[in-house]
């Protein structure tokens, strides 16, 4: 079956830097998307990867293997904005979007 | 600019009545789709729209109908609502001629069903 995997909960203090991983099994693959979603409100498009490599855009960096079914997203200089869930998803083969359950972050002062 | 509109913001709702979810768009894109989000899972695709006219099931389509008669409107339909289908209700679009593929997401229904 199709999976995608990334932590539950993650906790981090304001100016510091946090990264929030994602493993995927899918059926095929046409790209990796990250997006943010602060509670009670709608997901927001962060970034999308489709080759290996670095993406940068401002604090937030998203870094993927394709190879290794692996992705991050790299968050610097956090600001209490930042609390939110973060959702990675995979475009599988059939071009449908396969969705982790997010992960939670916390930044604390 | 609105984006996209969904309606109701919320609802409670009685097992076994029907119901509508309004979602209307203003961006001209080619594609809509439904997704619900419960706690603990990712996003779940219900159903979805390429183009006006055409429609397709997702991942959970069961006890769900959509129509797509016109590029703006999306509706979802719960014919009869079972306690199962509490949850929080996302409509979305993306254009596909855009590299991403992004979504752009309403601000979500959240349905209680008793």
């Known amino acids: 079956g199709q999976n995608i995997d990334q932590p539950t909960e993650m906790t981090a203090t304001e100016g510091a830097i946090v990264q929030i991983n994602c493993t995927y099994q899918?059926?095929?693959?046409?790209?990796l998307f990250w997006y943010q979603q602060h509670a009670g409100e709608a997901p927001t498009f962060l970034s999308y990867?489709?080759l290996d490599g670095l993406e940068e855009k401002g604090r937030f960096s998203s870094f993927l293997s394709r190879s290794k079914g692996y992705s991050y997203l790299l968050l610097k200089e956090l600001q209490m904005k930042d609390s939110a869930s973060y959702l990675c998803?995979?475009?599988?083969?059939?071009?449908?979007?396969?969705w982790g359950a997010g992960t939670k972050l916390i930044i604390k002062p | 600019i609105a984006g996209i509109t969904q309606a109701p913001t919320s609802q409670i709702l009685a097992a076994g009545r029907r119901m509508t979810l309004r979602c209307t768009q203003d961006?001209?894109?080619?594609?809509m789709y439904w997704y619900r989000q419960d706690l603990g899972l990712g996003l779940r695709l219900i159903h979805y729209?390429?183009?006006?006219?055409?429609?397709g099931k997702g991942e959970v389509p069961d006890g769900y109908s959509v129509s797509r008669a016109n590029t703006d409107d999306f509706p979802l339909t719960l014919a009869s609502a079972v306690p199962s289908q509490t949850s929080v209700y996302f409509c979305?679009?993306?254009?596909?001629?855009?590299?991403?593929?992004?979504?752009?997401f309403g601000e979500g229904s959240r349905l209680t069903v008793l």
């Open positions: 979305a679009s993306s254009d596909h001629d855009r590299e991403s593929g992004e979504l752009f």
């Open positions: 961006m001209r894109h080619n594609a």
């Open positions: 729209s390429n183009t006006a006219g055409t429609t």
């Open positions: 899918t059926s095929g693959f046409n790209g």
């Open positions: 990867n489709v």
């Open positions: 998803a995979v475009m599988d083969s059939n071009y449908q979007l396969i």
